[in-house]
């Protein structure tokens, strides 16, 4: 009797489990290839990963979601990814035109507080040290004169490589050769950001600035980075001053949420 | 007592049922059908644990929009006051993976801070004591439980029931899977953690996910989630199985109703309140018990009561 109870027992086990194991085959599936599909039919121009991603294909796993991220960014440029993004399901990501990454948080919270280094901070950290031993090894200098926490967060945030920002030619207004005048984004724009000629301590609403530029040049003053990531310089006609990308560009976007086009002109191209 | 944790009690012969003089109902010198409905209507522990379940996830939403950083991330992982903590079964399909391309070693101090701090965490206080006490899929799956039972009893629909270890193939199904696709493959399809993220950033389109998981829980098996499927209860379980935290019962006190059985959520645990079916005069309920207290707050007799293992010994 007991026996026949075990038997029994035991095949609803077998009958039981391998429905299961049919289902998570077909629904796990199809949940994986929804979420690679889904992130090849999207465009990516718009999206960029938080500074410090690793190669796609590890962060795709590495990250659990958690969001920890998203909450530590002062400006709340970071968000998860939902079904239409194709990013796969609650990855985190930054659309830069909605809110830049304008490293007002100094010291690359989101990196930091990442627990398993999707978003991997060593690199930055390592950056840091070095120049921190860097400035204070220059002749005259020792710590005394040199703040090691201002150096440590300029060579941090300089290291970042989220992308590159590329110029449209057709649209720039500086390509034009015209200026611009009041509020880039309008009265709507809930965008905030941090000047970098304003020595703010946080980042305040872009739509409380008003620019007033014979040649409109915002990507350029308005970069977080300054003269190693975009200048101005003489177009080869010599009758425009437009803006050049250079290497030390980031990637955070701040260009992009700036530009007054309606269209943004200066887009990031995720690397 | 260590020796209760390993000897296995259903293989013993069980007790001689108690006579009627010393049941009891005839104890307390009520009819048994009164006996049994006395405590049908109390639900102590269940407000006590709804309040707290309801405080730790809104804790977790307002850490985030108050900017209150108490409790900040989600259920998959987050920080008590700067101290991580992460989810075991989402951190068990992460090493799976990343054993096998290397990325192992990245993994910062506070993940592996975070791990165990929350395995020690519920290894005292009960493994699955994190469905029932954590888990706002749990909430919800109480009221359709509720509706589930309704429906039952006006007969407009058949209980069914499947075998109680599928959740562990579940457990190692989706562990394969994410090592074979090299993705998290059961996090987009986790209840616990859509309703988690959710609440904190947002509504998006898996709640529907959701919703299809609780309408079959209505219409076809009562708690199908959490009895069968759900591997990180399953992780739980395992986690619990040597918790100090359990629920106690105690033969002396029960009257045979299996009023507990019937609310319980995980009623095979709860195998020796059937009449002649206790081995002992003492029993604790096993690993998949939540330690909800459902069958503490209807339990006539006072039988089963939250206890701490082998602590009479060591007072």
């Known amino acids: 009797m007991d026996n026949e109870k075990k038997n029994l027992n035991r095949r609803e086990f077998f009958k039981g489990g391998i429905a299961a194991a049919g289902t998570?085959?077909?629904v796990g599936t199809a949940t994986f290839i929804l979420d690679k599909s889904a992130a090849k039919s999207m465009p990516r121009?718009?999206?960029?990963?938080?500074?410090?991603?690793?190669?796609?294909?590890?962060?795709?796993?590495?990250?659990?979601?958690?969001?920890?991220?998203?909450q530590i960014c002062p400006v709340?440029?970071?968000?998860?990814?939902?079904?239409?993004?194709?990013?796969?399901?609650?990855?985190p990501y930054i659309a830069p035109r909605i809110q830049a990454c304008d490293f007002s948080c100094d010291a690359l919270q989101c990196v930091e507080t990442c627990p398993t280094a999707v978003l991997d901070f060593r690199p930055f950290k390592e950056e840091g040290v070095r120049a921190v031993e860097k400035a204070a090894a220059e002749p005259g200098a020792d710590l005394s004169t040199v703040n090691p926490f201002e150096v440590q967060k300029v060579a941090m945030k300089e290291a970042v490589r989220m992308g590159k920002a590329h110029v449209n030619r057709n649209t720039c207004l500086a390509h034009k050769g015209e200026g611009f005048k009041g509020n880039p984004r309008g009265a709507d724009f809930k965008g905030v950001h941090r000047s970098p000629g304003k020595n703010e301590v946080s980042a305040s609403p872009l739509k409380d600035r008003v620019f007033n530029r014979e040649v409109c040049d915002l990507c350029i003053t308005e970069c977080p980075i300054g003269e190693k990531a975009i200048i101005q310089r003489r177009s080869r006609s010599g009758r425009k001053l437009i803006p050049h990308v250079l290497d030390g560009c980031t990637g955070c976007g701040v260009c992009q949420m700036v530009c007054p086009t309606a269209e943004p002109s200066i887009v990031v191209e995720p690397f | 007592m260590i020796s209760d944790?390993?000897?296995?009690?259903?293989?013993?012969?069980?007790?001689?049922?108690?006579?009627?003089?010393?049941?009891?109902?005839?104890?307390?010198?009520?009819?048994?059908?009164?006996?049994?409905?006395?405590?049908?209507?109390?639900?102590?522990?269940?407000?006590?644990?709804?309040?707290?379940?309801?405080?730790?996830?809104?804790?977790?939403v307002f850490s985030f929009w108050l900017d209150l950083a108490i409790l900040e991330g989600s259920l998959s992982g987050s920080r008590l006051i700067g101290f991580y903590l992460m989810d075991p079964y989402n951190s068990l399909q992460l090493l799976a993976i990343s054993s096998t391309t290397g990325y192992l070693a990245m993994l910062t101090m506070n993940f592996w801070i975070g791990l165990f701090t929350i395995l020690i965490f519920w290894l005292i206080f009960g493994g699955r004591s994190y469905c029932s006490w954590m888990c706002p899929y749990h909430f919800l799956a109480e009221w359709a439980e509720k509706l589930h039972n309704y429906l039952v009893k006006k007969k407009k629909i058949k209980e069914r029931s499947y075998h109680i270890g599928l959740r562990f193939v579940f457990l190692v199904g989706f562990l394969l899977l994410a090592l074979l696709t090299k993705n998290l493959v059961f996090e987009n399809l986790n209840v616990v953690g859509i309703i988690s993220k959710a609440m904190i950033y947002g509504p998006s389109l898996l709640l529907l996910w959701v919703?299809?998981?609780?309408?079959?829980?209505?219409?076809?098996?009562?708690?199908f989630w959490c009895r069968y499927v759900c591997p990180i209860g399953a992780t739980w379980s395992l986690v619990g199985k040597a918790s100090p935290l359990a629920i106690k019962f105690e033969h002396d006190k029960c009257g045979y109703c299996i009023e507990c059985q019937k609310v319980c959520l995980v009623p095979h645990e709860l195998w020796f309140v059937k009449r002649g079916a206790a081995t002992q005069d003492v029993h604790y309920v096993g690993?998949?018990?939540?330690?909800?207290?459902?069958?503490v707050d209807v339990c006539p007799g006072n039988a089963l009561t939250y206890s701490v293992r082998g602590a009479s010994s060591l007072l």
């Open chain 1, 24 to 26: 998570l085959a077909v």
């Open chain 1, 45 to 70: 121009e718009d999206f960029l990963r938080p500074p410090g991603a690793i190669s796609e294909e590890d962060f795709l796993y590495g990250c659990i979601k958690c969001g920890l991220c998203v």
């Open chain 1, 76 to 91: 709340h440029a970071i968000e998860l990814a939902g079904a239409g993004e194709g990013l796969g399901f609650g990855t």
């Open chain 2, 5 to 60: 944790y390993f000897s296995n009690a259903k293989k013993k012969s069980p007790l001689a049922p108690k006579p009627v003089e010393q049941m009891p109902h005839t104890l307390a010198g009520l009819s048994f059908k009164e006996w049994r409905d006395s405590r049908k209507k109390n639900h102590k522990m269940r407000n006590i644990r709804w309040a707290v379940l309801l405080f730790m996830n809104l804790l977790f």
């Open chain 2, 211 to 223: 919703l299809a998981i609780i309408l079959f829980e209505v219409f076809v098996s009562r708690r």
């Open chain 2, 287 to 295: 690993s998949d018990c939540t330690r909800c207290g459902l069958c």
